[in-house]
């Protein structure tokens, strides 16, 4: 899901799904679905230049030293800025968990 301002200030959302035939959920795996997210994101906004991320605490997907490392090279991974903020595991039961 990608929230977004119009230029009146009304805000909107971007659905996103990923289909794979993958049950491997790791490193690998979250850095192809995020290159294929942000294209769409890029495409759909040309001037976009930063990223504001919210997951949950999952730390085999998202809180580990490696998606760290791959946070810093965000920008010339994917060519954005990006900030990442966690919800505390179990908690922040939103989107970013699927409902």
Known sequence: ??????????LENLNMMIISDSKVHNL???HAFLKAALDLVKNKFPTVKK??????????????????MNLRHHES????QAEW???????????CDGF
């Open 1 to 10: 899901m990608a929230y977004y301002r119009h230029s009146d200030g009304t």
């Open 28 to 30: 690998v795996s979250v």
């Open 51 to 68: 990223v504001h991320y919210f997951t949950d605490g999952c730390g085999g997907q998202y809180k580990n030293r490696y998606n760290f």
């Open 77 to 80: 991974d994917f060519g954005l």
């Open 85 to 95: 903020n966690f919800f505390a595991t179990s908690h922040g039961k939103s989107v």
